[in-house]
């Protein structure tokens, strides 16, 4: 289909309870460049149900207008339901570029979005820049295993979607004195063209809650831990800091912690204000993922580790012998 404007969508995905996720603030908050440099607004895209403070949030966080479309059958994601309601608004609106976070509902909704408006999708964007001459998206995302970065254009069909990892952009500081054009879509979707029902929802994965995209402090082990008794350590070290687990992919394929823990290229994408790698070589899939970290800590017994390349600080020793001190160091000062 042909653009109608030159405006740039931002999906903002909605929890349960009808409050926004992260990802579609810091969406907000790259898209409102990328919407300058087209010639554009910056359109949030509001699908759920009592989204009141979603709207709230988009409009402090710098969208020029939000559509909202709200019902009953939008509670809980669906495909169909939010795939019909996104198709309705495209057809009907016919923006340039669509912005989308790649959560596990977004990497849903954009391959499906974009097959029934015949354009092409770059999933799991890192990066994007705007060639101001054609209005082009350049996606930036990782190829060949996170050996390589490719950035991929899409010059002939509109509209431009793109599904960015969760955590690769900062949230701009809200202005709640903003104001913005509310449009409200009375869009609903019948319950007989809705394939799927939600029959639970279970909230802890893996037995504990684990948020690395939203954790201010990350403790992270790699292979150099050894084995599942490794993590014990950093367990507590994690727990003297109020901070969360992470995991290197080696660890996770290892079966030494679970999948939710991971950070890198299969796993989390995360920004946290602290990072702390110990036994983490830093092979290029895993720093994909943290080098966005305000600061980096890593502790590893070879001197030659990559990780070091990119650390902020860095401890040459065995982390067996230095995260108990630093534990016990941190415990005293805190009291």
Known sequence: MEAKTKDLWVFIETNEDGTAKNVGMELLGTGRGLADKQGGKLVGIVIGNNVDSTVKAATAYGADTVIVIEGGEYTHYTTDAYANAMYYLVEKYGPTSILIGATNNGRDLGPRLSCRL???????????????????????????GGNLMATILCPENRPQ??????????????????????????????????????????????GE???????????????GVGGPGGFKPIRELAEALGATVGSSRAAVDSGWIAHCHQVGQTGKTV???????????????????????????????????????IADYGVVGDLFEVIPVLTEEIKKRKG
């Open 271 to 309: 920004a946290p204000k602290i990072y702390i790698a110990c036994g983490i070589s830093g092979a290029i899939q895993h720093l994909a993922g943290m080098s966005g970290s305000k600061t980096i800590i890593a502790i590893n017994k070879d001197e030659t580790a990559p990780i070091f390349n």
């Open 118 to 144: 015949k354009t092409g999708l770059t999933a799991d964007c890192t990066s994007l820049a705007i060639d101001e001459e054609t209005g082009n998206v350049a996606w930036t995302r990782p190829a060949f």
């Open 209 to 223: 809650l684990v948020d690395l995209e939203g954790a201010e402090i990350i403790v992270s082990g790699g292979r």
């Open 161 to 206: 979607i793109g599904t960015i990892r969760p955590g690769v952009f900062k949230k701009s500081t809200a202005d709640e004195s903003r104001t913005a054009e509310i449009i409200k879509e009375d869009f609903h979707v019948a319950p007989e063209a809705i394939r799927t029902e939600l029959l639970d929802v279970i909230k802890e994965a893996c």
